[in-house]
């Protein structure tokens, strides 16, 4: 089936934009603290694609939930005969997985698709797929929009991706998976409908193979009134810690050495098996004890949820990451009730001392919409007195995007006018930035320890060949960290001494460990010495 195009003048890859939610795992170069707004992301290629009976291109955009997804999807697919191509022009099925919590990563997945459409009339025989939340929440009018698309799926029903394929290839026609809406039934049948899709851990697909994500919970009960994913992802459902548990072993059995446990309110999560209930630091303790595990994260945080159980699991486990992506959305109590986010700035701060009492030193991010519904600018103050306050390491701001099918759509003009919305993003950015800034500047002259991922965007950029160049990585806190280093790094925990730094990267150097076990820090204000 596979056929190679070489003379096509589609482009290698189509850009969509990526709305990445919270922070791990990003890019070194990645602006954190900006309106998240880079690429999507190809799955690369398998070295045996050339063999392989069908060729699979799939591209991804959004947040790491997405990205475990298409990892699910790769996994499957290649049970079923497929290797991942890089080149669209050589694959049997095009998949883009796609996300719809703003406005503009849909209108560039549109547009993607019209790209494609030449392409397609040409090629009719080659699938093209639209997975996830758009697939979800847009259903028909991406036919309509894109008649040429053979298969769309839901989030809820990536499982049933192969057969949707082999339905197109079979019988050519259009195929739809898609789960429930919130209204559509009992919600006992609503969450079957939204499957979890985890049984297969492919370590080649993961970015990195000693890192991965780990799905703990489904879906979101919260019905903020701007956000689309709980129409999108369903009632939120906890997956059974037994399984949880299992996955982790599987993945440290891999190789793998830091997990990032996934859930739009992570730490909401409960999973009640009769009467025992095990609750989320109940679950970190548990995951605690994986042998070959060394780090855990988790995102993303309820800042209601964020109780003195979890801080103090956090605290006592050694290899769970005192770093919490906690998002405050606003800092005005009115925009906060529009919102419907279900505290105030008032229960924020107490958070915040929570935090700073229980689990003193943690690194705290958070996202912020602004321009959201009859924002005054004496609430946006608010909101850039807020950042002011807390000192987070960093956060994502967002142009708020109404989206259809929420409360807010339905119910709260989007009155804000689009200047002032980027008025606002600026200046809450560079507010953000000289705090990111001045908090890294801490770091300078002292040690970190970092997991070591790879070598560096800067590097990739530049092609660096040979196996010294610039590596990347991250410390337990979640701070980006590159130094000159040596390929055959990636995967171990080191201590790098950091001598520089900008708002999102901390600039260090290697430090060599002596005979006698003393840490030997080079070049960090002199050969100082730390004892081990
Ligand atoms: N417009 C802008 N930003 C949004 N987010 C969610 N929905 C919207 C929207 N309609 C942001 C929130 C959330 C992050 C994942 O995306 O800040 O925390
Ligand atoms: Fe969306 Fe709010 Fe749920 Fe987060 S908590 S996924 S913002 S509805």
Redesign the pocket.
Known sequence: MSCHISNFSLPRRCAVSNPVNSSQPKADSQAEGSTIDNESTIAPADSACAAAKYRLYIETVGCQMNMLDSEMVVADLRRHGFAVTADMRDADAILFNTCSVREQAENKTYSALGRLREFKLRYPEKIVGVLGCMAQKDQGLIFERAPFVDLIAGPGQLQRVPELIRAARERGGRHTAVSLGRTDGKLEVIRRSHETFDPLRDPAMRPTPFQAFLRIQIG?????T?????MT?GPEQGRPPQQILEEARILADQGCKEITLLG??VNSYRYRDGDRTTSFAGLLYLLHDVDGIERIKFV?N?PKDMTVEVLNAVRELRKVSPYLHV?A?SGSDEVLKRMK?GYTVGDYREMMSRIREHLPGAAVSSDFIVGFCGETDEEFRMTVDLVEECRFKNSFIFKYSEREGTKAAANLPDNVPFEVKQRRNNELLEVQNRISLEDNRRFIGTPVEVLVEGPSKKSLREGEQGDAVQMTGRTHCDRIVVFPGHRRLAGQILPIGILDVTPFTLMGTAITTRSNNDLVQLSVSGPAIHPS
Do not use: M
């Open positions: 979101c009960d919260k019905f903020c701007y956000c689309v994913v709980p992802r739009q309110t993303t309820y998002p959305q986010r």
